[in-house]
């Protein structure tokens, strides 16, 4: 039986939070956005990517969020990883407005967190710097940069998403220890939970730092919820999940791609999918609460994932006596 909910939550608002949800068993996320709003037939060859919408099509990443709720999600990103205040500004649109947009993404995943009668929590996806200048540097990381500099960039997107009031941030795909160590101490100035996910290859974040190293940032850091990685290969995320439980001691959270790669010069995948959802009780056995999928990884996806979880999102993570 779910949890009563709080009257005086707004509405749509789950019944408990997230962290308590965690402790309790293993979450699952939604997958990639951007692969399922293709799949309606949207175009996203622009730099604002599946930002766009929530300017010209915003009804289409209400469809997408609610397919994922469908297929059994229990956390929804918003659509605001490539987003920012700049960006908007290119388009003519103002900061009053373009900070509305902003808004638009919580209120669209909430929206959609209504179709099901379960709880339904809500993340502000705060991609990296490297996100929104739109030429794949979120790879790399090491923008020439300072803290301060990044710290005054993403700020303004924090302060408008934490207004809308999201049960937490995302703050995804970070590619450096740098950019980690800015969005920490900006989101520490708003309050609410959030989850660190380093976007990674092999034993190191994608600008080359330890793992051990990157994950020991949180260490402490009680406004962490969770922390992993995201936006890798599948074949990245066993020993990722062991280096994040063992530094951090949290719930460790890990949404990987489909496995294909995309070609940045030809604009295209390629390769086959290597996303096992078999994987799912290894992750947990290693300490993932919080599954899910990025880039490539849809609906039907999700509906395995879910299948695997069963009844509440939850399965034991050890086995019984007798079990293998």
């Known amino acids: 039986m779910s949890p009563a909910r709080d009257p005086a939550a707004p509405a749509g608002a789950p ?10 068993g293993t979450v699952l ?6 692969n399922q709003l293709e799949a ?4 996203l060859s622009d730099e604002l990517w599946s930002a766009r919408l929530l ?4 009804e289409q990443i209400e469809a997408a969020h609610t397919a994922y709720v469908r297929a059994g999600a229990q956390v929804l990103i918003t659509a605001g990883y490539q987003a920012s205040f700049e960006g908007f ?5 103002g900061r009053s407005d373009a900070a509305g947009l902003f808004a638009r993404s919580v209120e669209l995943a909430r929206r959609a967190a209504g179709a099901v009668d379960r709880d339904v929590w809500v993340a502000a996806s705060v991609g990296p710097y490297g996100a929104v200048t739109a030429d794949g540097a979120e790879y790399r990381g090491r923008y020439g940069l300072t803290i301060r500099e990044l710290e005054r960039f993403h700020r303004p997107r924090i302060e408008a998403l934490a207004a809308a009031g999201p049960d937490v941030l995302a703050l995804e795909t970070v590619p ?8 920490l101490r900006v989101a520490g100035e708003c309050g609410l ?3 660190l996910s380093y976007t990674v290859a ?8 330890p793992l051990e190293e990157a994950f020991g940032m949180v260490v402490g850091v009680e406004q962490v919820v969770a922390a992993g990685v995201n936006c890798c290969d599948p074949a990245d995320v066993d020993a990722a999940v062991r280096v994040a439980a063992e530094v951090t001691g949290k719930p460790v959270v890990v949404y990987p791609n489909s496995g294909e790669r995309w070609d940045a010069q030809g604009r295209a995948w390629t390769g086959g999918a290597t996303f096992d959802p078999g994987r799912l009780r290894a992750w947990q056995d290693a300490g993932a609460r919080l599954i899910g999928g990025c880039c490539r990884v849809g609906p039907a996806i999700i509906a395995e994932l879910a299948a695997l979880l069963g009844e509440g999102g939850t399965t034991r993570t050890t086995p019984e006596p007798g079990e293998s």
């Open 176 to 183: 450096d220890m740098d950019e980690a160590q800015a969005l």
């Open 29 to 34: 996320l939604d997958g990639g956005l951007s």
């Open 89 to 93: 500004r290119q388009r003519g649109i």
């Open 15 to 24: 019944s408990r939070p997230l962290a308590a949800a965690l402790a309790a």
């Open 202 to 209: 092999g034993d190191r974040t994608r600008s080359g730092q």
């Open 193 to 195: 939970p959030v989850w």
């Open 55 to 58: 300017v010209d099509g915003p």
């Open 40 to 43: 309606q037939g949207c175009d």
